[in-house]
């Protein structure tokens, strides 16, 4: 043995070496040797230890093949399967080819940073939580924005959905990555909802500040018009830096005395998404299904993602337009702010 092993007192067979990776001693040709169990987690190894001695119990029973005994096939790698999965158009739901968008966007940068990492022959079929806890602790030490954890889930999403289309197409018998931890605890999780308008007032009391001043018209128009793709240098991240100036401008905006020079002393904070948030609530109160919403701002995850992103309809609002919102304010619209 060329590491230095410790039994694991009250666990047959099971021991661990300096790193913490535990280990299992079987008897494989005649002879004592250890399988690396690649795992720090002893719940884990237990499993897995617990696994191997079912499958002895069940060869014995003529019901299945000792595990050492079963052939070996080429093992199939991450990489090889992240490149499959790049190449046949980074399929979603139902195999079919994720369309032009902010989602395959996505899917292209998480895989081409999921690639830096598992940049060798690790066997995708072997991976097990410690493998990705040891991405987590590499991706925040890599990470340029946030504390690293929500980015480790949504690149392992791109990973888990790679290692779904490997099952699909055979080239793994089960996605090793489906019962995986997350990092982010839901807790701290913010929706795009908690960023919206409360009301077609609010929504328009804030894209007029933003059209009060020649820079940022466009940008107001945008706010109105979310849902809808734009052309030209006015992108999502422009419009969600300028409601964040907003925002912080709050304390500065109180120390102004003439109220017309004041901008917009917000009490929470607005994004772009948020707009986005408040469209799907709009047309929920309009009695629009979920599918339609969906279908109108090319929401390619479906009802179900749709609900999960933006939350449930009220059940009365499903049969009834009573509670209809009209995109028009009660008070002065967004537009007269704008300066000639």
Known sequence: MSQRLTKIPGEKYLYKDESGTYYLRIREDGQDTNLSLKTKKITQAVKARDARMAAKAAARLGIAAEPSKVAKVASVTVRK???TYQEAGYPGMGGVVRADG???VAEEGYCKTILAYFNGDAPAGDLVQDDLDQYHSWRIAHVTRGDGHRTTDLELNTLNNATRWAVRKRMLKTSP???RERYQSSKN?????????????ECHVVAGVLMSTRPSETLGWQYLFEEKPLEGPADKSALTKALGRLFANCARNKKISDPKKRLLELKKKFTSHGARAFYVFVRRSQGATDAQIAYEI???GGVATLEKVYGIAPPHWRDSKAAAISWIPKGS????????
């Open 177 to 179: 990555t489906a019962s």
């Open 298 to 300: 090319n929401h390619v």
């Open 189 to 201: 999780v913010k929706h795009c909802r908690d960023y919206a308008p409360s009301d077609m007032e």
């Open 81 to 83: 399967v992240i490149t």
């Open 102 to 104: 902010k989602h395959r």
């Open 333 to 340: 619209p967004a537009w007269e702010r704008i300066q000639p």
